[in-house]
């Protein structure tokens, strides 16, 4: 395995606030993504079938108002509970949450994010003083009960208290959102967005606050623009394109096209930020881009009915509305070319072809530093763990892990699958996930080494592999080769 880069910022540096403010992001998109298909067909489902969809049929829409009322938030209470406290505190959060929901006249998206992990942290609690002093054969009745009557509390004060706060503090972002949107003004956004995106807290803007100011409005009108003021496409493509083509060594040129396909297809945003990082200037660019498409987005009147997770272009034309498809790509296609053309000239202005080609590895792998700083801090635990495994032929199903269980996992997880595949093994399923959401069946877990603490926390039963990158790294070729072993020696035989 290859030596730590320097220039990295390991685990071990200390806690930063970015860190804990990504490490907050990490819990929020653990809460949200997981139930990212509920939303989009919610979303579909608007665009379709409401009044001004490309369907209209008053039957077919009435499950929408339920859903952005009931189904969305208690998912999202019932997640986030069971993040805190397993299965228990996702009762509690969902019924918690109720409350909030009964007594409220718009979506309570925040609230459930707030009350679903606030009620699980609270049942923990209570079992942590009772659990100890249950004499042998009570506990069922004792668990049901300190949750039945927490659960009553919980409703009564989330009803009568809770409520009321966490509305009134909707309402004052909601306001403030809506100002800067009335005076013009929410392109300068991307001053924020766009630096935020590349030290790895876009989820603290998306899912914490984006998407669920997002639902609302598009309860009341169909679509909104919150879900793409953050997530538009545009920019990353138009500055991956710059370095394609006036990249100033092979490796960037090289890499840039499939990077491109990446992040514009597939949505993975992650995979144009140690670009940035290369080059911090360019994060001009990032922002003069992000900052004129929300403005041709503006200026179109247009949003997406439902938060486009991944951000992909297909994401955004599947959740675009009637009337809206012009101004939707008009928007990515001017973010785009803003940004390719300022990373054009930055680079025209660098440091010329002796630039040492090391450079992008060097900030990918501190890309992948910083993100794993959060996720240490968000499991408050920092090391390394190897696991020390069974037989190749013993292994029938495995995990690549990571924050979300979507980007980097998940193209580990195909490349590796394909490679068992062409040498024999397709007794062998490789699939991604989240860390926390690590399937039971499963025999190995494959993780960066910065995660490996936290999988295996949640999952000490399974052995964990550990990996500088999801792609090419060493550690995968000595795992490939003890898992087709097998094969090998039977084809001997």
Same mark, same amino acid.
Not at 73 to 90: C, D, I, Q, S
Not at 277 to 304: E, H, N, R, Y
Not at 385 to 398: E, N
Not at 399 to 428: E, I, N
């Given at each position: 395995?290859?030596?730590?880069?320097?220039?990295?910022?390991?685990? &071990?540096?200390?806690?930063?606030?970015?860190?804990?403010?990504?490490?907050?992001?990490?819990?929020?998109?653990?809460?949200?993504?997981?139930?990212?298909?509920?939303?989009?067909? %919610?979303?579909?489902? !608007?665009?379709?079938?409401?009044?001004?969809?490309?369907? +209209?049929?008053?039957?077919?829409?009435?499950?929408? /108002?339920?859903?952005? @009322?009931?189904?969305?938030?208690?998912?999202?209470?019932?997640?986030? $509970?069971?993040?805190?406290?397993?299965?228990?505190?996702?009762?509690?959060?969902?019924?918690? !949450?109720?409350?909030?929901?009964?007594?409220?006249?718009?979506? #309570? =998206?925040?609230?459930? #994010?707030? #009350?679903?992990?606030?009620?699980? %942290?609270?049942?923990?609690?209570?079992?942590?003083?009772? &659990? +100890?002093?249950?004499?042998?054969?009570?506990?069922?009745?004792?668990?049901? =009960?300190?949750?039945?009557?927490?659960?009553?509390?919980?409703?009564?004060?989330?009803?009568?208290?809770?409520?009321?706060?966490?509305?009134?503090?909707?309402?004052?972002?909601?306001?403030?959102?809506?100002?800067?949107?009335?005076?013009?003004?929410?392109?300068?956004?991307?001053?924020?967005?766009?630096?935020?995106?590349?030290?790895?807290?876009?989820?603290?803007?998306?899912?914490?606050?984006?998407?669920?100011?997002?639902?609302?409005?598009?309860?009341?009108?169909?679509?909104?623009?919150?879900?793409?003021?953050?997530?538009? +496409?545009?920019?990353?493509?138009?500055?991956?394109?710059?370095? %394609?083509?006036?990249?100033?060594?092979?490796?960037?040129?090289?890499?840039?096209?499939?990077?491109?396909?990446?992040?514009?297809?597939?949505?993975?945003?992650?995979?144009?930020?140690?670009?940035?990082?290369?080059?911090?200037?360019?994060?001009?660019?990032?922002?003069?881009?992000?900052?004129?498409?929300?403005?041709?987005?503006?200026?179109?009147?247009?949003?997406?009915?439902?938060?486009?997770?991944?951000?992909?272009?297909?994401?955004?034309?599947?959740?675009?509305?009637?009337?809206?498809?012009?101004?939707?790509?008009?928007?990515?296609?001017?973010?785009?070319?803003?940004?390719?053309?300022? /990373?054009?000239?930055?680079?025209?202005?660098?440091? $010329?072809?002796?630039?040492?080609?090391?450079?992008?590895? &060097?900030?990918?792998?501190?890309?992948?530093?910083?993100?794993?700083?959060?996720?240490?801090?968000?499991?408050?635990? #920092?090391?390394?763990?190897?696991?020390?495994?069974?037989?190749?032929?013993?292994?029938?199903?495995?995990?690549?892990?990571?924050?979300?269980?979507?980007?980097?996992?998940?193209?580990?997880?195909?490349? =590796?699958?394909?490679?068992?595949?062409?040498?024999?093994?397709?007794?062998?399923?490789?699939?991604?996930?989240?860390?926390?959401?690590?399937?039971?069946?499963?025999?190995?877990?494959?993780?960066?080494?910065?995660?490996?603490?936290?999988?295996?926390?949640?999952?000490?039963?399974?052995?964990?592999? /550990?990996?500088?990158?999801?792609?090419?790294?060493?550690?995968?070729? @000595?795992?490939? &080769?003890?898992? @087709?072993?097998?094969?090998?020696?039977?084809?001997?035989?």
């Amino acid at each position: 395995m290859s030596q730590p880069i320097e220039g990295a910022l390991p685990a &071990e540096t200390g806690t930063s606030l970015r860190a804990r403010i990504q490490a907050f992001g990490g819990f929020l998109t653990a809460m949200v993504i997981p139930n990212v298909g509920a939303f989009i067909a %919610w979303g579909l489902l !608007t665009a379709l079938f409401i009044p001004t969809g490309w369907l +209209p049929n008053e039957d077919l829409a009435a499950p929408v /108002t339920p859903m952005i @009322t009931y189904v969305l938030p208690l998912l999202l209470a019932f997640t986030g $509970g069971k993040l805190v406290h397993g299965h228990r505190g996702g009762v509690a959060g969902a019924v918690g !949450t109720i409350g909030l929901i009964v007594g409220a006249d718009i979506p #309570m =998206f925040l609230g459930a #994010m707030i #009350m679903g992990p606030l009620s699980a %942290w609270l049942i923990k609690q209570v079992d942590r003083v009772l &659990e +100890p002093k249950i004499r042998s054969g009570f506990e069922m009745v004792v668990n049901n =009960f300190t949750l039945g009557f927490l659960g009553l509390g919980l409703i009564v004060a989330s009803y009568r208290v809770i409520g009321p706060v966490i509305s009134a503090l909707n309402d004052q972002l909601l306001r403030a959102i809506n100002a800067l949107v009335e005076t013009g003004a929410l392109p300068l956004l991307s001053i924020l967005n766009e630096p935020a995106k590349v030290l790895f807290l876009n989820n603290v803007i998306d899912q914490g606050i984006y998407y669920p100011l997002g639902l609302q409005v598009a309860a009341e009108e169909g679509k909104s623009i919150f879900f793409m003021v953050a997530s538009n +496409p545009g920019p990353g493509l138009g500055l991956l394109l710059a370095f %394609w083509l006036f990249g100033h060594n092979r490796v960037v040129r090289d890499s840039a096209p499939g990077a491109v396909i990446i992040h514009f297809l597939g949505g993975i945003h992650e995979i144009y930020f140690p670009y940035v990082l290369m080059k911090p200037v360019t994060i001009l660019a990032m922002i003069a881009g992000g900052a004129s498409g929300i403005a041709t987005f503006m200026l179109f009147d247009v949003g997406l009915t439902a938060g486009p997770s991944p951000g992909s272009i297909f994401a955004y034309l599947a959740l675009t509305p009637p009337g809206d498809h012009v101004g939707v790509i008009a928007g990515v296609l001017v973010a785009a070319a803003v940004s390719f053309v300022i /990373t054009a000239a930055l680079l025209k202005f660098g440091r $010329g072809a002796d630039e040492d080609e090391s450079d992008l590895a &060097e900030h990918a792998a501190r890309s992948r530093a910083m993100k794993a700083e959060g996720s240490a801090v968000l499991t408050g635990v #920092m090391g390394g763990v190897d696991g020390a495994g069974r037989t190749g032929a013993d292994v029938r199903r495995i995990v690549f892990a990571c924050d979300a269980g979507m980007g980097s996992s998940a193209m580990g997880a195909s490349a =590796f699958g394909k490679r068992l595949r062409s040498a024999g093994r397709d007794d062998v399923r490789v699939t991604h996930a989240a860390i926390e959401s690590v399937p039971v069946d499963a025999d190995l877990v494959v993780v960066h080494q910065d995660l490996a603490h936290r999988a295996r926390a949640a999952r000490p039963d399974v052995e964990i592999v /550990t990996i500088q990158s999801y792609l090419g790294d060493p550690a995968l070729d @000595t795992l490939s &080769e003890r898992l @087709t072993e097998r094969t090998t020696t039977d084809a001997e035989q």
